[in-house]
């Protein structure tokens, strides 16, 4: 009755659980939401004012498909400024979401049994996307702290490998790629040929050193790299549903041609309301990151109290990806069971590492309120002396 590519499709844990959780709230039980990766803060209101004028001033008709010029001169010269990549506006697109863009890029890149390299963990879409697009996805399993090196990437090259993900720093672990690494990985990818997409969604968010963007080390590694970014998680701008991708000419027209028949264009308001959070005021952006910063220092303290569990601090993003399988067994079995009890009986949502192909983890997501974590932390202490 369906088509092949969707009847296997997995639904995105992450929102499911999400919605069990709000769908809780609705029902007036205080469940503290820690599943899902979205900062609690208000967008800034500089940007928001920008999108009111937007409306005001009739910004409400079709633009470029891939994206207004403003947005694309913005996203050039935050790229040359932040990371220290040329790129022509030209060779940038605008999307719905980072999530939209990466779904077009596999697209445009796979044909059938073209191999993804994915390491493990990670987050879900990466792998449900490349099935779309016919690719098969080929994983690294990584064991704490969730480093990946040009070594692992090495081994699992064949004469079908096509592209290699990386997610730097990674959801859900907050791990961060070596530069070291990232050189050899670099090399490899020149050497052997093939493609490099960068999810750098968490790029503002680095708490140990500075962000290093692969496709900055040289012109060859650049050509071979679709770096992909947006402003969900930097701006406390999920709901607008802006992301951009930037790569190689003949990838990124391929995109826009992808892009035209798919969506047309992002919400031309979006755009705008993008175009002021990239060269607006950055002051709300360093508040947000010293809120993270606190937050995460406040779960990593706390986590090394609690027992049988363990951990590897996060250098990125605002996720800790804890260990609890000394914790399972025939009470619960599996993180699944883990995560659903500790839903149902202390009202925390999390997510189970299964969502992330990493059995026997839990990621809990510190972007909500210190007043939240230090409830929910206060009730996971209690859920495990059960």
């Given at each position: 009755m369906f088509a092949k590519r969707v009847s296997a499709l997995a639904q995105s844990p992450t929102m499911a659980i999400d919605a069990k959780a709000k769908a809780f709230k609705k029902q007036g039980i205080p469940v503290i939401n820690l599943s899902v990766?979205?900062?609690n803060f208000q967008t800034p209101?500089?940007?928001?004012?920008?999108a009111h004028r937007a409306i005001t001033e009739g910004m409400t008709f079709y633009t470029a498909s891939e994206g207004i010029l403003e947005l694309r001169e913005a996203i050039a010269t935050k790229f040359k400024q932040d990371n220290n990549i040329s790129y022509d506006p030209s060779q940038i697109i605008v999307g719905t979401g980072s999530k939209q863009l990466l779904y077009c890029a596999f697209q445009v890149l796979c044909d059938?049994?073209?191999?993804?390299?994915?390491?493990?963990p990670a987050w879900g879409t990466f792998s449900e996307q490349v099935k779309l697009a016919e690719g098969k996805p080929v994983f690294?399993?990584?064991n704490s702290p969730f480093k990946l090196?040009?070594?692992?990437v090495k081994k699992v090259l064949t004469p079908r490998t096509k592209i290699l993900l990386l997610n730097s720093p990674s959801n859900p672990t907050g791990a961060?790629?070596?530069?070291?690494?990232l050189e050899k990985i670099a090399a490899l990818a020149i050497k052997e040929k093939f493609f490099i997409i960068t999810d750098e969604i968490y790029e503002k968010l680095v708490y140990t050193q500075k962000h290093v963007s692969i496709a900055s080390l040289n012109e060859q590694i650049k050509e071979q790299t679709i770096t992909i970014n947006g402003v969900s998680k930097s701006y406390a701008m999920t709901g607008w549903r802006i992301g951009y991708a930037a790569g190689s000419q003949k990838v990124i027209a391929k995109m826009k041609a992808l892009q035209s028949q798919l969506i047309t264009h992002a919400s031309s308001l979006s755009q705008v309301a993008a175009v002021e959070a990239l060269i607006?005021?950055?002051?709300?952006?360093?508040?947000?990151?010293?809120?993270?910063v606190k937050r995460r220092a406040f779960c990593i303290r706390e986590f090394k109290t609690l027992k049988n569990i363990s951990f590897a601090e996060p250098e990125g993003a605002f996720y800790i990806f804890f260990s609890v399988e000394k914790l399972l067994g025939e009470q619960y079995p599996t993180a699944t069971a883990w995560a659903e009890a500790l839903l149902e009986k202390e009202k925390v949502a999390v997510i189970p590492g299964e969502a992330f192909s990493y059995p026997g983890y839990i990621r809990l997501s510190y972007s909500a309120s210190m007043e939240d974590l230090e409830e929910a932390i206060t009730r996971i202490k209690q859920f495990i002396m059960l």
């Open positions: 990766g979205e900062p209101e500089h940007i928001k004012e920008a059938p049994g073209d191999e993804v390299i994915i390491p493990l690294i399993s990584m090196t040009a070594q692992d961060i790629v070596d530069p070291d690494e607006g005021d950055q002051k709300p952006l360093a508040a947000m990151k010293t809120e993270f």
